[in-house]
């Protein structure tokens, strides 16, 4: 349902009077009940309309690095991979030792 233009402009003056419902009612000769409906549908269409933006957006692929990882255990031990590591294949690893990321000694 579409609100007619006259009962739009009244919810939008309502809206800027700073006046509650009631007394924007009484003010203009209108039926209380109908403004709240008429309230109701403009809210909707409202809503309705900021849903149905829709915005362009342009994907631009992450940014790779080709310097290899490293990972080094507290004992010293160093673990290089290239840095295309696949994260299944790695989080095994990170999850049965205790790693030191990033390895800055290199």
């Known amino acids: 349902m579409t609100l ?12 800027a009077s700073g006046l509650s419902q ?18 109701r549908i403009y809210r909707i269409e409202q809503t309705d309309a900021k849903v149905s933006t829709i915005i362009p957006v342009t994907i631009k692929p ?15 031990h160093l673990l290089q991979l290239p840095a295309n590591v696949s994260p299944k294949w790695l989080a095994p690893i990170l999850h049965e030792g205790k790693w030191q990321f990033p390895y800055s000694s290199l």
């Open 62 to 76: 992450a940014a790779s690095s080709t310097e290899p990882l490293h990972l080094c255990t507290a004992s010293g």
């Open 4 to 15: 007619p233009m006259r009962q739009q402009k009244h919810v939008e003056t309502w809206q």
């Open 22 to 39: 009631a007394a924007y009612c009484r003010e203009h000769k209108l039926n209380a009940k109908t403004f709240s409906n008429w309230l």
